[in-house]
């Protein structure tokens, strides 16, 4: 379906309708939810959809502050949606807990954020000093109150990410992109990515622990030069809860 909003993240929204179409029904909790739109597409797929926001925009949406602990039970969810909402909050790692624990072992979380890994981003930031999405007003905040959103205040990363929630016992099983940020600059992209590999696989095979698995620098740079890392606007990456893994409020 399309997503007509101006600000839908409609390539975000449409990978969460590919992982999640397929599937038999699941209990999912949106968050944020937005204007819904996405909430609807689920719902008609036959999924059971909790739909949760700062700024609820239905009567049916909870309002919820993601900088808090959310009011939601342990393991309550098959599927936890953070469609473009992580980049809000200023503790991440308290919201990549919560996420977790109130999804079922087993069971995963979607997250996607802008991008900063990507290569056009990474150029914004060597000439401007702020990310992509992320511009100098984050500098000179309107110190919003209490309840309120805070806009784009946290660039987080993939390798972030991964770390975050692979404290809490989740492990990332898909990595993908909304779309191609900026094709016209691939040759320049290239040779980019082409010394940049060099010089991670140098310091990754320095840094590795001889007892670690072999194959460990494989996996680093297929995953951190993979194209939706190198080239993606946002970055979408599907985690999976370890089915013997405990996450608790810290």
């Not at 992580?86 to 990549?96: D, F, G, N, W």
């Not at 990515?193 to 670690?212: I, K, S, T």
């Not at 740079?221 to 993606?232: K, T, Y």
Request: hydrophobic share 40%; charged share 25%.
């Amino acid at each position: 379906m399309p997503f007509t909003s101006r600000h839908s993240h409609e390539g975000a929204k449409r990978a969460v309708l590919n992982f999640a179409g397929a599937t038999t029904r699941r209990r999912i909790l949106d968050m944020p939810s937005g204007n819904g739109e996405l909430a609807d597409a689920l719902r008609a797929l036959g999924h059971a959809v909790v739909t949760a926001d700062i700024v609820p925009a239905r009567p049916e949406d909870l309002r919820v502050d993601m900088a808090r602990p959310l009011p939601f039970q342990d393991e309550e969810f098959d599927l936890t949606l953070c469609v473009e909402g992580i980049e809000h909050v200023l503790e991440t790692h308290a919201l990549v807990r919560e996420l977790t624990r109130i999804t079922r072992r087993g069971g995963h979380i979607l997250v996607s954020t802008p991008n900063v890994m990507g290569l056009y981003s990474r150029l914004q930031y060597l000439f401007t000093g702020f990310h992509f999405l992320f511009d100098f007003t984050m500098g000179v905040p309107d110190h919003p109150g209490e309840g309120q959103d805070r806009g784009h205040v946290t660039p987080v990363s993939y390798l972030q990410l991964r770390y975050l929630f692979g404290l809490e016992g989740a492990r990332p099983v898909e990595i993908t992109t909304d779309k191609f940020k900026r094709k016209a600059l691939l040759p320049l992209y290239f040779l980019i990515a082409a010394v940049g590999w060099l010089w991670a696989r140098l310091l990754l095979r320095r840094a590795r622990d001889p007892e670690d698995q072999p194959g460990r620098t494989r996996t680093m740079l297929a995953e951190i030069f993979s194209a939706p890392v190198l080239l993606g606007r946002s970055l979408i990456v599907v985690f999976e809860r370890a089915p013997g893994s405990a996450s608790a409020r810290g």
